[in-house]
């Protein structure tokens, strides 16, 4: 009795996976279309004859058939299960690897109305954040389909990367960016004062020759300016065929992932792949070192982190956002299989929109997901504008976050040893189960709010557990 093997489920998907029929199998094998019936039903075992006459017909391993291939289907469930809106729900690991074992079908079957699940609520989000006052949709979302374009290729674009570096040789060769661009293109760089430029940080004069920067910009941004310009000037062609790629619906999209393009090669000009990826590890990850040793600001070096994923050569992969006082979102960036991505930043627990009140002292965080995922975050202020005595200038926030198994490799994580317990945030009110956090918003899709005629919970609403 112990040496019977009941394959049922899998005999079921091989044969359908065949495209055959109960009738065609049985035919295949010389037997009864009911014992192939019993055996899918795992009331008849599949003996080793049975599993001779497979491995003939259709040419199948049936050592790996009859092998334990469960196992992903297994942690796929778990991780299902660990979602907050089971949290009421009694699914200890030992049903789910029953279900997983002994129905793989159903367990497949489950994880795709999941999925499909989780994609609807994000659709949701997204129509919701997406939508005017009066419920309209906007006219085409320009910044979001900017972002989807980033996102998909994990914000690095390699072609561009080995060129840009590839120019910040030159460039060093020739004397630095004025040098380079008075000498290779002809543009002469002059510093203005901010009255004389009339609200621009940079104008290319084609007529004098001249590229023009707004005085008022520190050393950093300078420099940004002039690579920026720069990778204009090199690698139109190939900065406008990235962006074909897009497929865009609308000249605002395009230009704004042009703009960020342009942006991304600046980046790589002034803080190369190769000498920038050893810098990094060099430095444990160190921002204000790495700002200091490349001359560039806080901010530009935390963007360049995002794009460290040269294949063979990858860094550790980060989000990043930045956010001003408001919550308003400006930059969203992601190197990472984050759920921050799409909508993350939301959440008042996360630190990011705390720092405000500590201005340009790193502030890091712990961080659990409602799925127990966890995440290291590192948060900052960043100045701009300003300059002079009397032009605006505006503070935002910054943050650049890993997961959890990278932190080790920041200098910033021995500071901040995981000795306590993570701080619980959710990607966004509308999509976090966490029905008890008081710091909520709006209520999470779904879920439907009880009455406070006779009970007001501590949270700002009270849910069904139904």
């Known amino acids: 009795m112990d040496n019977r093997v009941y394959l049922g489920p899998r005999l079921r998907r091989l044969r359908r996976d065949l495209g055959l029929k ?24 599949v003996t080793a004859e049975i599993l001779l006459r497979l491995a003939k017909a259709y040419k199948i391993d049936f050592s790996e058939f009859t092998a334990d291939s469960g ?35 159903f367990a497949e079957a489950l994880l795709r109305l999941y999925t499909a699940y989780k994609e609807e609520q994000f659709a949701l989000a997204d129509r919701r954040q997406h939508t005017t006052n ?9 910044i979001a389909a900017v972002r989807s374009f980033l996102a998909a290729r994990k914000n690095f674009f390699p072609i561009l990367d080995t060129l840009s570096e590839k120019l910040a040789g030159r460039v060093s060769q020739g004397g630095g960016l004025p040098a380079f661009l008075q000498n290779e293109h002809g543009f002469k760089v002059r510093r203005l004062p901010t009255e004389v430029m009339s609200g621009s940080l940079r104008r290319l004069d084609w007529h004098r020759k001249e590229l023009l920067l707004n005085e008022a910009l520190d050393h950093s941004s300078q420099n940004f300016q002039m690579a920026q310009q720069l990778a204009y000037l090199e690698f139109e062609n190939e900065i406008a065929s990235t962006v074909a790629e897009g497929n865009f619906e609308s000249q605002n999209s395009e230009r704004l992932a042009h703009r960020a393009i342009a942006a991304y090669c600046a980046g790589a000009i002034l803080m190369p792949y190769a000498a920038f990826a050893k810098a990094v590890e060099a430095r444990r990850y160190d921002i204000d070192s790495l700002a200091r040793f490349f001359g560039t ?19 550790v992969p980060f989000f990043f956002i930045k956010v001003d006082v408001a919550g308003n979102v400006s930059k969203r960036l992601n190197s990472g299989a984050f759920p921050f991505a799409r909508h993350g930043g939301g959440c008042p627990l996360w630190t990011v929109h705390q720092v405000f009140t500590s201005p340009r002292r790193v502030v890091t965080q712990w961080m659990e997901l409602p799925d127990g995922q966890r995440f290291f975050s590192i948060a900052r202020t960043v100045h701009s504008g300003g300059g002079s005595h009397g032009l605006p200038s505006v503070d935002r926030a910054i943050a650049i976050v890993c997961e959890a198994r990278y932190a080790d490799r920041l200098v910033y994580a021995s500071e901040h040893p995981q000795t306590h317990k993570p701080t619980p945030i959710g990607i966004a009110c509308q999509l976090c189960q966490r029905t008890e956090c008081t710091s909520r918003a709006e209520p999470p899709i779904g879920r439907q709010v009880l009455p406070d005629n006779y009970r007001r919970t501590e949270a700002p609403f009270g849910f069904s557990d139904a």
């Not at 094998?29 to 795992?42: G, T």
């Open 22 to 45: 109960q009738v065609e199998m049985a035919s295949d094998l010389d037997i009864s279309p009911s014992y192939v019936a019993l055996m899918e039903r795992n009331q008849r075992p």
């Open 71 to 105: 196992q992903d289907l297994v942690a796929q469930l778990r991780l299902a299960a660990r979602d907050a809106i089971f949290t009421d729900i009694d699914l200890n690991a030992v049903d789910i690897a029953d279900i997983a074992h002994s129905f793989p079908g």
């Open 134 to 142: 009066d419920g309209r949709p906007f006219e085409g979302d320009s």
């Open 297 to 315: 600001s806080f901010e530009q070096t935390a963007h360049r982190l995002t794009t460290l994923q040269k294949p063979g050569h990858e860094r």
